[in-house]
């Protein structure tokens, strides 16, 4: 087998997405094996995690049909916020969560969304993911939420850090009775 | 109504205090309710903040059924079915928006935003003689009403004015929709809406809002972590002494709370702006008030299908019936529209963190009326009616609310709110007309004490 020689920058390339996925993919095993408090720790302090609603608008409709910074959304956290919720699933007494969901998140489609110039200079960076979440609860209750993640990713200390997420959901009208589970 | 030759009075004890299951389960008392009570009853359909200039639009729902909200070019607003005349197609099928026609899209007739049929493609060759299109202008409500900002619609032209419908939960809205310092200040919506589906029964929703102080031990798993605005403690603010009020004769359910003018409160201490600013507005608010200024809407339905929180948070939830076990919940946020952007963006997020499907008081919420209604279902279940009796025979009144009240601190564990709705709800449900459901000459108080 002969090896195949690239070229320094495809190679740190390739290093990065692989970093990052290594980041999604612990994230997705530590959410679905309820290990919120080592998952809480891949955020920066600085955090803003952010699921917008979607609209059904006419084509010409400029505004775009994901809702802006500023208005109404499902759910616009900061880090302390995202803290509560870990601790609120943790009461026993959270019956939306009690007894737990199995809850399984599958993350592809990694892209950078600009050259990997900044995250290798060491600023912040941007990331698109697709995410599919599953969720089946007590007996039959299931739900299928799917849709796209842009993260902003830092180096803190030379591990990768989350520090913004925008979760797009693919869903006008949620077709889930509740959001108790992480994207 | 009669179900299995039961009318809907016999499956509502209002005396003792029990209801029969089959008003939360039963398919045939689900479709007379679409009949008697959501064609009949005022309905709130939306918010004048968005549709603020001619020309916008807001598609809402009446029960099952798509409306349109308009504004037309002359500044009248208008609640249309949202169904074309010629073969029902859909007319609108974006959420929000600004037109000068709706089209068709299946064979392109035009409806202007006041309604007629401005445009029928082929008409001078298909239609001999022509086509009155004065005839087949979209479908539009009986009767239109606003107030203070909320815009709501009946289908039924012998429905008394909207402000009557209101009875005493008028007061209800005024103190809720208000601005914090109780000037006649407009209050805006925060943004869009939330719409989510949920496995419940609708009126396990309205019920709910109409005052169920006894489903607090529910939510203690947010009162644990706390996300109030004062520090991130508990869920609120003090709000003071609780009053439940219901509205007899038309089937509302409030809950005042009562506070004196302390002028030192310390509410929203989470944020400099917003501690501020409501100082500020509570300063004005005694100044306006006087004894009255603590005077608050904590919560309510309005019957059948509209709640609101008037406080914190403060938001409008419409219940939308989408089958006898499927609700489709519309939950829209407002502030006072003079609030410094950053106030309202630090209210947007408490409002949200607390309700909404994300929400982590209405989460649990949503679990219990999930539950509740699967449980029902069974045969033997259905056998065995729910239990309304808390606080029978506590009815009282008291000169600052109107209406029949429980007052603090039995408001908290008494179910007369849920229970007067259910009476109200047999009343449209029996009723053949609304010759029939006119308030009655009823002594309030003697028949809840009976
Ligand atoms: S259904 Fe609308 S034009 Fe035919
Ligand atoms: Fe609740």
Redesign the pocket.
């Known amino acids: 087998m002969s090896r195949v020689d690239l070229p320094p920058a495809r190679l740190e390339y390739l290093n990065l997405i692989k970093e990052i996925e290594d980041l999604f993919f612990l994230e997705a095993d530590l959410l679905d094996e309820r290990r919120y408090e080592e998952w809480l720790a891949l955020f920066t302090d600085d955090l803003r995690y952010w699921m917008p609603l979607r609209k059904n608008l006419a084509h010409q409709d400029d505004r775009g049909d994901i809702t802006g910074e500023n208005d109404i959304a499902w759910i616009d956290d900061d880090k302390a916020t995202l803290i509560k919720r870990a601790g609120q699933l943790r009461t026993g007494v959270h019956w939306a969560e009690e007894p737990f969901s199995r809850v399984c998140h599958i993350i592809s489609n990694v892209r950078l969304v600009d050259s990997s110039a900044d995250a290798l200079d060491g600023k912040d960076f941007e990331v698109s993911s697709r995410f599919c979440v599953y969720r089946n609860r007590v007996e039959t209750e299931t739900d299928f939420l799917v849709g796209r993640r842009r993260d902003i990713l830092r180096r803190v200390n030379s591990e990768l850090r989350i520090a913004r997420r925008k979760i797009i959901l693919d869903q006008s009208v949620l077709m889930a009775k509740n959001l108790t589970m992480f994207f | 109504m009669t179900v299995h030759g039961h009318s809907a009075k016999s499956l509502v004890d209002f005396a003792r205090g029990e209801i029969s299951r089959e008003v939360f389960v039963n398919e045939e008392i689900y479709q007379e309710e679409l009949e008697r009570v959501f064609t009949r009853g005022w309905l709130y359909v939306g918010h004048t903040s968005q549709i603020k200039k001619p020309g916008d639009y807001f598609v809402s729902c009446m029960g099952e059924e798509s409306v349109i909200l308009t504004r037309d070019p002359a500044g009248k607003v208008h609640v249309f079915l949202n169904t ?6 859909k ?1 609108c099928r974006y959420d929000e928006g600004h037109t000068v026609h709706f089209v ?6 035009s409806y202007a935003t006041d309604g007629r049929l401005v445009g029928v493609p082929q008409a001078e060759k298909a239609y001999r003689p022509p086509l009155d299109r004065s005839q087949w202008a979209l479908i539009e409500v009986a009767q239109i009403a606003q107030y203070r900002g909320t815009v709501w619609a009946t289908w039924d032209h012998s429905a008394p004015a909207l402000l009557d419908y209101l009875g005493e939960a008028k007061l209800a809205l005024d103190l809720a929709l208000g601005a914090w310092d109780g000037s006649d200040e407009e209050t805006e919506l925060l943004g869009s809406v939330q719409k989510w589906l949920i496995p419940a029964n609708w009126k396990f929703v309205a019920e709910n809002f109409s005052g169920d102080g006894l489903h607090v031990v529910s939510h203690r798993s947010v009162d644990l972590v706390g996300i109030g605005p004062t520090d991130g403690e508990g869920r609120r603010d003090d709000p003071g002494k609780l009053m439940m009020t219901t509205s007899p004769q038309w089937g509302h359910g409030l809950t005042f709370s009562y506070l004196p003018p302390d002028p030192n409160r310390t509410d929203y201490a989470a944020s400099p702006a917003a501690s501020q600013y409501f100082k500020q507005c509570w300063k004005k608010r005694i100044e306006r008030m006087g004894d009255r200024a603590g005077l608050q809407a904590v919560v309510g339905t309005i019957f059948p299908n509209l709640s609101f929180h008037g406080q914190q948070p403060r938001t409008l939830l419409v219940a939308h019936p989408r089958g006898v076990a499927k609700t489709e919940m519309w939950r829209v946020y407002f502030a006072d529209r003079n609030a410094p952007e950053e106030v309202k963006q630090f209210l947007r997020h408490y409002y949200i963190r607390y309700s909404g499907p994300a929400g982590m008081t209405e989460q649990d919420d949503m679990e219990n009326w999930n539950y509740a209604t699967a449980a029902s279902r069974g045969s033997i279940a259905r056998r065995y009616p729910y239990n309304y009796k808390a606080g029978l025979g506590a009815e009282e009144t008291n000169e600052m609310v109107p209406g029949v009240v429980t007052n603090h601190p039995i408001s908290l564990t008494t179910e007369q709110n849920p229970r007067n709705f259910y009476k109200r709800w047999a009343e449209f449900m029996d009723a053949k007309s609304w010759r029939d459901l006119k308030p009655s000459q009823v002594d309030d108080l003697s028949e809840h004490r009976r």
Do not use: A, E, K, S
């Open positions: 074309c005349r010629h073969r029902g197609m007319v068709c899209p299946y064979h392109g007739w």
